[in-house]
């Protein structure tokens, strides 16, 4: 059973930083990628920021140049960096990651229990 444990999330005034963790345990013997997603009140999820495996990231064009996704592969952590951040990426963040289901070429999706990211005006 793999798990995703969060940390970091808060309130911070408009134009501050925070930075969001998310440490993978378990039986963990790879990782497709890892990613970010945030849901605001009466909003569907969306996906913030994401890596894969191999380096590459990918972000919602709302968070270009403000927010950065790093992994640390050795200890199944990933983060995301927020600068310059706004009233509108006010929202629960969850952390997901996506893993391969042994013997087979299928994959599976494991979410955290979510943050809270408040920003005010």
């Known amino acids: 059973q793999v798990q995703l444990v969060e940390s970091g999330g808060g309130l911070v005034q408009a134009g501050g930083s925070l930075r969001l963790s998310c440490a993978a345990s378990g039986k963990i013997f790879s990782i497709n990628h890892m990613g970010w997603y945030r849901q605001a009140p009466g909003k569907q999820r969306e996906l913030v920021a994401q890596?894969?495996?191999?380096?590459?990231?990918n972000y919602l064009d709302s968070v270009k140049d403000r927010f950065t996704i790093s992994r640390d592969g050795a200890k199944n952590t990933v983060f995301l960096q927020m600068n310059n951040l706004k009233p509108e990426d006010t929202a629960v963040y969850y952390c997901n990651a996506n893993l391969p289901l042994l013997g087979s070429t299928l994959a599976y999706n494991v979410w955290g229990q979510g943050t809270q990211v408040t920003v005010s005006s």
């Open positions: 890596i894969i495996s191999g380096g590459s990231t």
